[in-house]
């Protein structure tokens, strides 16, 4: 018997192949808790590398199976996240008890009214845990369907397209990839995480500002 960490990638993949690529991003794309802890970014480039053939190994994964099954998760997961807010309104992201849960659904909210319905839809896709919570609060915050649609649907096959094809494209031209897929992940994920630096910086620096006294 496998033992299946669903935390990890390379568990994941082995255990469940383009399958596990499904279900995972589905959960990571909108369920409050249970997607918030899973991985996205770190399982679909790993799974694009499994996609490339080498002169040593033949490919693990199948490339089409895999960006399909990533773009069916992302996108099904978000309509679904946003089918639950719109239903459970405000209360269904009160009522977890986690704080970075509420934190990043402070955060989505306040992508949503900087940068518009659009582009927050868009960006939000790239940004780790704040995707999980950001469709769910665009349902809670009564973003129109057919808006939240197109674009959740464009950032999601942006964001699950490109990370499986770019882990493709390394596989396919370096080797043996092994040495180098560790640093990549770490460098996309940190990648990943500049926004949330960006938008910290931003509201800290609100902050100080309100809390300047006004001249006379």
């Known amino acids: 018997m496998i033992a299946v960490n669903p935390t990890d990638s390379a568990s994941l993949l082995a255990a469940f192949g383009a399958l596990g690529v499904l279900v995972v991003i589905f959960a990571e794309s ?4 249970v997607g918030f802890f899973l991985p ?4 679909l480039f790993p799974a694009g590398v499994l996609c490339a053939a080498t002169a040593r190994h033949a490919p693990r994964l199948e490339l089409w199976q895999v960006l399909l099954c990533a773009a069916v998760g992302a996108v099904a997961g978000a ?4 089918l639950l807010g719109r239903h459970g309104g405000r209360p269904l992201l009160a009522r977890t008890s986690n704080r970075r849960v509420q934190e990043n659904a402070a955060r989505a909210e306040r992508l949503l009214a900087r940068y518009g319905y659009r582009k927050a839809l868009v960006i939000g896709r790239f940004v780790p845990m704040l995707r999980t919570v950001l469709h769910p609060a665009a ?3 009564g973003v129109p369907l057919r808006t939240f649609t197109l ?4 950032g999601g096959l942006l964001w699950s397209q490109s990370l499986v094809l770019a882990g493709y494209l390394l596989g396919s031209s370096v080797s043996p990839v092994d040495h180098y897929l560790l640093p990549v992940v770490a460098v ?8 949330l630096l960006t938008e910290a910086r931003h509201t800290r620096r609100e902050r100080r500002d309100r809390s300047r006294p006004t001249g006379s």
């Open 30 to 33: 909108g369920l409050l808790v």
């Open 79 to 82: 309509q679904v996240g946003y």
């Open 188 to 195: 996309i994920v940190a990648l990943s995480l500049l926004p």
């Open 40 to 43: 996205g970014d770190t399982l």
């Open 139 to 141: 349902g809670a915050l």
């Open 151 to 154: 674009w959740q649907t464009v």
